[in-house]
């Protein structure tokens, strides 16, 4: 069993995204009038990077566990897939500018009524990413055009379904 998790200095930017934007949004609220329109708009923005925060943190706290059997996600939302019940995988990417170069993958695992999200910041994103191409040939299961062309482009591959 290889446990994996989310380094802290990847964490950080978010980190501090969220601390700066709740600092933006709420710190005017101590200040302003309770009637006014802006206390609804800046409370919203205050929630939201709250919540982004909070997601951060839970990203944080998580850990993932490979072995033959499964992945299983130890943490605050733990949830386990078996790779003898894995019925579906998809692997996105997301590119932040035009130009396609820079971004992350998604990597969503499901079965068994659950799902899993990893992202490419996880540490060893790259073996769960193999570890499902593998199940993947092995019990023959579809996948998408989008998603063959990530597996291939992440440099892992996989043949197209008959």
Partial sequence: MVTYRYPTSVLAGDYARAAFGLFCSAGPLLFMDVASVMVWVLGGLSLLFATFGARTA?????????????????????TALRWDELSGVTLRYFSTRKDREKGWMQLILKGSGRSLRLDSTLDGFRDV????????QARGLPLD???????RAAGVPVAEAA
């Fill in 145 to 151: 055009p989008p998603t063959i062309a990530n597996f």
């Fill in 129 to 136: 990413v193999e570890r499902a191409a593998r199940t993947v």
């Fill in 58 to 78: 839970i990203k944080h706290a998580t850990t993932f566990e490979l072995d033959a059997e499964g992945i299983t996600a130890r943490g605050p939302f733990a």
